[in-house]
């Protein structure tokens, strides 16, 4: 006889842990305990030694889906030989919590087929779910993952859903958002006067509103969709116009794999993503038949995902295939998620509202993802992602604030990095609010205790701003170093490694005052030296320039041409071109940028594939899309000015130029392009392998998005035996500063407690 005392961590609450358990314990016939505490899960066995250990193996190999076992400790015990059997004791709070947060996830296979049986008590039940599925991080107000600490609280069990919550054989055994027609959450459907709309079935009402091309506000699992016909160009226009979105894509949810298939290119890889848990949405390139052009302008991929919601499948199974479900948001903020607030946020854009009484406490997007030579890279990481961390075993335990667009923000704790889901762009004061708000939650929740902090170096940007009030030891950090470390990070370097980073996007805050974005960075963790960029060029009007790529084609031909240059290639209003090259002489509000995004604007501009850019990205990902995989690439010159190594691009520009007056295929000179940049990219990296003697690379930056560089680059990297990293758990773009943040502040505060210890 044996007693062995077992503390098992990871993700193990609310993933059906206690309920395997009981039952293997009560298979092998042993008896104790096991209790659900903040710090993980306790147990307690008592009974023959061979029983014990078999029973730890079932634990260790169990194929519970949801379930991530960090760690499993034991002790033996003296045995106490008083208990009757085998029971779960109630969960009580701890002061360390280490226990991870499951994230939501989407309805089982199994809770998906309950509410389609005509028989079944939860038949057409669109709360349904089970300890497989359902709500998690976005209805806990605090640990431990109990119900009273829920936004489910409020919802008395019925006797039925009581008597599976508490039977250890069943499938709702401590499942905590359990719930059924009788004693669950409700759905009504409201006119955006607020007044309910009488129905016995407002989903059926719903489908019908939507054949007829209605707009409907949805609240879903973590927030409010607006949805409408997806096959619809009409309607789809009608919502583009209402919210004034001319082009950014908007996702589509399809009725199952199988419809899926008939729009899109499905690969192996993609299909799991799209049926598993996580159900993000995934960029699929398009298959035979043809959706509406404007679901996705100028976009090779578009973003699908699939039914995640009980309530999501009853849409579908009343005779809807595909629908656009964007997220219900104002300007750059993560979906509107309370009830009160979205009469007001979307007036004038919903025609009828779809509402639930079960409380959103935590906003979590809807995740989006991509499939790149067979391996998952995440493009913004939120619903069914966040908040598992990643293990980063050297850090302290910290904050970082993260960038001013795409933000995250991140605390680390005992060695793994916890970054919050997506919170959108940090433009004014109601999202800094918005910010504050999530970030606090996470603090209760996870009991987080910073001992240090890190922002962006932008001297005025309304995040690092708050920082500095709100901190004084912080570490500020340069954005592009940030990207670095933020992939190294993710790659598990080391803290002495060294890489020859290539930190590629819009634009950040440099150490010589001028916007950076095309950046070549010899970084360590807690250092970097920037060795090279791209040739700065002036941005005539600032942030204009951005929204008016133009502007920066016709800045691109006045650095490439001394004389003659030729603007009748911009065809743009002729007062405003002037207007613009009159700045780009005198120098007026043209602040100087090394930024690669603003030269791939500018190369779309040039080419007339896009003269004005209404979401971050749009110039850049329409010249990739019209991109052709052609041989040969225009010139380049590389010229070491002030001890850097500067990318000359005034051949590229008058090569182009060239080629565009000889009428050559848009879509050549566009893959000649993209060459262009692989091939002088790959000069700087075999150039600084010999001089530095460093074979490792990182590659971040949101212009690493785009695949034909991607691609392309790390093939010719691999082929003259590079070591490549790349980003894959988080995004390569604004979304993965915060754990960058967090890994150079970590490694400076670590340099400087060594310092002052030995002092
Ligand atoms: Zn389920
Ligand atoms: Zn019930
Ligand atoms: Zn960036």
């Not at 009581?162 to 719930?179: L, V």
């Not at 976009?299 to 997220?327: A, C, D, E, W």
């Not at 709100?470 to 060294?498: F, P, T, V, W």
Request: aromatic share 8%; glycine share 8%; charged share 25%.
């Amino acid at each position: 006889m044996r007693r062995r005392r077992i503390v098992v961590k990871g993700v193990v609450q609310g993933v059906g842990f206690r309920p395997f358990i009981y039952k293997t314990a009560v298979e092998k016939g042993l008896k104790g305990w096991v209790n659900n505490t903040s710090a993980g899960v306790f147990i307690e066995v008592e009974g023959e030694l061979v029983k014990i250990e078999s029973f730890m193996k079932n634990l260790k190999s169990s194929s519970l889906p949801l379930l991530h076992i960090e760690s499993l400790e034991w002790e033996d015990m003296i045995v106490k030989g008083e208990e009757k059997g085998f029971e779960i004791v109630k969960s009580e709070a701890h002061d360390t919590p280490l226990t991870l947060i499951s994230p939501d996830v989407a309805t089982c296979p199994q809770c998906a087929a309950e509410i389609t049986r005509d028989w079944d008590r939860r038949n057409s039940y669109p709360f349904t779910n089970c300890t497989n599925c359902g709500p998690r991080f976005s209805i806990i107000k605090e640990l431990p993952y109990d119900r009273p600490m829920t936004t489910m609280s409020e919802f008395k069990m019925c006797p039925s859903c009581q008597k599976e919550y508490e039977d250890p054989m069943n499938r709702r055994f401590h499942a905590q958002p359990n719930a059924c027609p009788d004693c669950g959450p409700e759905l009504w459907l409201s006119d955006p006067d607020g007044k309910m709309i009488e129905s016995k079935d407002p989903v059926n009402e719903v489908v019908e509103l939507l054949k007829k091309g209605k707009i409907i506000a949805i609240k879903g699992l973590g927030g409010f969709h607006l949805a409408c016909n997806g096959f619809s160009e009409d309607h789809i226009n009608e919502l583009r116009s209402r919210k004034n979105r001319p082009f950014k894509p908007f996702a589509l949810m399809m009725r199952d794999v199988e419809t899926v298939k008939e729009y899109c290119e499905v690969q192996e890889a993609e299909e799991a993503l799209l049926s598993g848990p996580k159900a993000p949405i995934v960029l699929l390139r398009p298959g035979k038949k043809i959706m509406p052009s404007s679901i996705a302008p100028g976009n090779k991929r578009i973003g699908v995902m699939l039914p995640y919601t009980p309530l999501h499948h009853l849409l579908f199974q009343k005779g809807i295939k595909v629908l656009v479900m964007t997220s219900a948001n104002s300007s750059g903020l993560p979906m509107i998620y309370k009830n009160e607030d979205v009469f007001k946020e979307l007036d004038g854009i919903a025609d009828f509202y779809l509402f639930h009484n079960r409380d959103i406490h935590v906003p979590v997007d809807d995740s989006v993802t991509v499939v790149v030579e067979n391996e998952e890279r995440i493009i913004r990481r939120a619903r069914g992602y966040a908040p598992l961390p990643l293990d980063l075993g050297w850090v302290g335990d910290g904050f970082a604030y993260g960038p001013h667009l795409k933000n995250t923000f991140a605390f680390s704790k005992g060695g793994k990095v916890f970054i919050s889901q997506h919170q959108g762009d940090m433009g004014n004061y109601e999202h800094i609010e918005h910010y504050r708000k999530n970030r606090n939650h996470f603090k209760k929740i996870f009991k987080f205790d910073p001992k240090f902090s890190a922002a962006d170096l932008h001297p005025d940007i309304p995040i690092s701003e708050m920082a500095r009030k709100e901190d004084s030891g912080l570490y500020e950090i340069q954005h592009h170093h940030a990207h670095i470390a933020s992939c190294m990070a993710e790659n598990g370097l080391r803290k002495r490694d060294k890489v020859i980073g290539l930190a590629f996007d819009g634009t950040g805050y440099g150490t010589d005052g001028k916007m950076w974005g095309g950046e070549v960075l010899i970084c360590s963790y807690e250092n970097f030296d920037r060795v090279g960029h791209l040739n700065y060029i002036a941005l005539p009007g600032g942030e204009a320039a951005v929204k008016e790529p133009w502007r920066s084609a016709l800045s691109y031909l006045r650095e490439s041409f001394t004389e003659d240059i030729p603007d009748e290639l911009i065809e743009v209003d002729p007062m405003k071109k002037k207007v613009v090259l009159q700045m780009l002489k005198t120098g007026l509000n043209s602040p100087k940028t090394s930024s690669m995004g603003r030269f791939f604007d500018g190369i779309s501009a040039l080419l007339g594939i896009k003269y004005t850019s209404t979401y971050e990205g749009e110039p850049a990902i329409a010249l990739e899309s019209v991109a052709i995989p052609v041989d040969g690439e225009y010139s380049f010159e590389l010229v070491l000015t002030e001890g850097k190594w500067v990318i000359d691009t005034k051949n590229t520009v008058r090569e182009i130029v060239k080629d565009i007056k000889n009428k050559k295929n848009i879509g050549e000179i566009a893959g000649k392009f993209h060459n262009t940049v692989i091939s002088f990219s790959l000069k700087l990296c075999i150039m600084f392998r010999e001089k530095r003697d460093i074979n490792k690379v990182a590659l971040s930056g949101g212009v690493f998005q785009n695949e034909y560089l991607l691609e392309g680059l790390c093939r010719k990297l691999l082929e003259k035996g590079f070591e490549v990293y790349t980003h894959k758990k988080v995004p390569c773009n604004d979304g993965g500063i915060s754990l960058g943040q967090l890994a150079v502040a970590g490694a400076r505060k670590e340099i400087e407690d060594v310092c002052s210890s030995t002092s």
